[in-house]
């Protein structure tokens, strides 16, 4: 009998997910599903009546289903408790669930587990400043929150395995035929580690939950008042970390982003709830040089899920090592 291929990925088709949603929620008509993006989940895009929602479906194997029920009760909560965040929509027939936000999809390679989420505001103030620090301020306040409900989180912290070690393990095969690269990445992953042991520790205020990938497209604004979503790679780490991902992102456009003024309003806005310590500040540059490590690994573990190799080639490792060495840099940890 001939064996069929596995399958990595496959993709729901629209009208298909339209019949589910009807099945399970109460949305205005008329209804309209469209594929909207992908990466580590598969996106819809919902028009109910005059109301966008986005549905967001996992990819099989990146979390399990305590992850997902987890993340939905701490959105709700930090609705509830003055964070703006697009929140999960409850299904209409979920009496009786652990969770009425999440389901279950039946894919050829593994369950899919899926929420509806309402959209986020999007008519953001010309005054980049002013948003900076509510965004900063919101971020605060998201940590402050988190000690104070002691959320529970059952997926991995974004500790340094899943910072430095995982990624190294992921990227490894990809740079075979540059060695010296993967050792500059070794190398300069184990001295920041060194680096935030010798200033951090794993305690609350500095240590707790995180959302874990808060830069300029996880987050719309409404006039300077942000609305923050997708909290995928949420976890319990540094708050240091948490800090770095606006700034590393940013960077990306305009490399002197962090001696601007609005990267001075982010931590203005962060210490109007927070103050940081010095060793907090020291560590910013640091876990960005991490952020980018990771990134670099996340892309080597996309493309074993839903991507292709195509462009990871040569020209994008050496932009990636440029941008990761600029970031030892800053801290002052580039060989010479």
Known sequence: ?????????SQFNAEDIKKELLQRYELEQPLNCRFYDFGMNDIYLIRAGNTNYYLRISLAGIHQRID??????IIKTLAERGIRAAVPVKMAHAAGSDNPFVWELAAPEGIRYAALFTEAPKQPSEDNESCAFHLGRMLAMLHRTADEENFRVSREPIDM?????KPLAGIRPYL??????YRCLKEGAAKLKIFIKDRL???SPEYGFCHGDLHSGNVFFEGV???IFDFDCMGYGWRAYDICVYAWDESFQNEKFMEGNTWKKYLEGYESVRPLSREEKEAIPAFA???ELWMIGLHAEVMEKNAGCCWHQDDYFDYQLKV????LNRCGLLSE
């Open 1 to 9: 009998m001939k064996l069929a291929p596995r399958v990595r990925y």
């Open 176 to 181: 075979e035929n540059r060695p010296a690269d």
């Open 324 to 327: 990761f060495r600029q970031w």
């Open 68 to 73: 997902y029920l987890e993340e939905m009760n």
């Open 201 to 203: 520790s794993e305690a």
């Open 289 to 291: 040089a991490l952020r």
């Open 225 to 227: 008042d942000p609305t």
């Open 161 to 165: 395995m899943q910072l430095a070690e």
